[in-house]
C-alpha cells in the first residue's frame, strides 16, 4: 500500500520507477555491431502514451504522437512502441554507458528502467613474441613471451601445450597477465604455447612454438642382458635431448666406430659377453651422458653349446 502511495505521489512529478522494466545488465556490443535493449512489457491493449530512451540524461528518443529524435541517433536506432525496445545500431566505443526507458502507458503508472552498454571492439591481430631471441639451453638461458593484440582486451589466459600455464618456481606472469617470464628455462618449458585474448564479444587464440635445447637426460639401453650362442642382438640407445643426441658405442672399453642409436651384433659368440656402453652427447648444450648394459650368454642355451663356445675362445686365445 505505501509503495503505491509513493508511486501516486511520483506520478504528479512525471514518473514512477517501474520493477524488472528491463533485464539485468549489463549488454555487452560490438564496434559497428548492434544492440537491441529489450524490455519485459507485455504489448498493452493500446500503445504507450509515451516512451523515451536517454543516454547518461542525454535524449535519445522521446515518441508520443511524434518522434523527437537527437540528429546523432537519427540512423542508428529503432523503436517498437508495442514493448518500448530500442535497437542501437553501428556501435562505437563512445556508446558505453547507462541508458534509461521511461515509459508512461495509457492507464496504470508509468515505468523507469535503467541499464548498462559496454562496447568492445574486436581482437585482432594476435601474436606472441620471444624474447631474447638467442639460443636457448636448460638451466643457462632465460626467455619473456609477450602476447599482443589489437582490440579491447579484458582477459589474457596462457596455455602451454593446450593445458592451463601456471605459476611455479620458474614461471611467473606480468601483472596484466600479457608476459611469461621463465626464470631460467627448464626441459618442461619445451613446446608449444598458446595465448587466448578475449572479451565479452570476441576471442583470438595464436599460438608459438618455443624451443629449449636440453639433455641428454635418461639415457638408457634397450636390448636383453642375456643372449644365446648364433642369436642376433640388437640394443638401442635412447636419451631425452633436444636436438637429437648422437651417439657412439663402446665395447669393454674400446671405441666400436660406431655412431649411431643402435648396435647390432650379427652373431652372439662367448668372446661378445662384456660391457657395452653408450654414449650419448648433444651438440648444442655440450652435454654428454653414459650408460653401460652387460651382456651375457643366456642360461637357457644348452650346455654342450655354451662350452663349446668356451673351449672355441680358449683354443683362439
Not at 139 to 145: E, I, P, R, T, V
Request: glycine letters at 6%.
Amino acid at each position: 500500500m505505501l509503495g503505491r502511495v509513493a508511486c501516486l505521489a511520483l506520478v504528479l512529478s512525471g514518473w514512477c520507477a517501474g520493477e524488472d522494466v528491463l533485464p539485468p545488465g549489463p549488454l555487452s556490443g560490438a564496434v559497428a555491431g548492434a544492440v537491441t535493449f529489450s524490455t519485459t512489457l507485455k504489448p498493452p491493449q493500446s500503445l504507450f502514451l509515451s516512451v523515451r530512451w536517454s543516454f547518461k540524461e542525454d535524449n535519445i528518443i522521446t515518441s508520443t504522437s511524434t518522434n523527437i529524435t537527437d540528429p546523432k541517433y537519427a540512423n542508428r536506432i529503432s523503436l517498437d512502441r508495442a514493448t518500448g525496445a530500442l535497437e542501437l545500431r553501428n556501435l562505437v566505443l563512445a556508446d558505453t554507458g547507462e541508458y534509461t526507458v521511461t515509459i508512461i502507458p495509457d492507464a496504470g503508472l508509468p515505468k523507469q528502467g535503467k541499464t548498462t552498454l559496454n562496447v568492445y571492439a574486436l581482437i585482432t591481430e594476435a601474436t606472441i613474441t620471444s624474447s631474447p631471441a638467442a639460443i636457448l639451453i636448460e638451466d643457462k638461458s632465460s626467455a619473456n613471451l609477450s602476447c599482443e593484440a589489437l582490440g579491447s582486451i579484458s582477459t589474457i589466459e596462457w596455455m602451454k601445450d593446450k593445458r592451463p600455464l601456471r605459476p611455479s618456481g620458474r614461471v611467473t606472469f606480468s601483472v596484466d597477465n600479457k608476459t611469461v617470464f621463465l626464470q631460467p628455462v627448464h626441459s618442461s618449458h619445451h613446446g608449444t604455447y598458446q595465448c587466448r585474448v578475449s572479451n565479452p564479444v570476441s576471442t583470438v587464440t595464436v599460438a608459438r612454438d618455443l624451443t629449449v635445447n636440453f639433455g641428454p637426460h635418461n639415457i638408457s639401453i634397450i636390448g636383453p642382458s642375456a643372449a644365446a650362442p648364433g642369436q642376433r642382438v640388437a640394443l638401442e640407445c635412447t636419451a631425452d635431448s633436444v636436438p637429437p643426441a648422437n651417439f657412439s658405442w663402446m665395447f669393454n672399453g674400446n671405441d666400436m666406430r660406431v655412431n649411431n642409436s643402435v648396435y647390432t651384433i650379427e652373431r652372439f659368440e662367448v668372446e661378445r659377453m662384456g660391457n657395452y656402453t653408450c654414449t650419448a652427447r648433444n651438440m648444442v648444450t655440450m652435454l654428454e651422458n653414459s650408460t653401460v648394459l652387460n651382456l651375457k650368454a643366456s642360461c637357457s642355451a644348452p650346455q654342450w653349446s655354451y662350452l663349446l663356445l668356451l673351449i672355441s675362445a680358449i683354443i683362439r686365445s
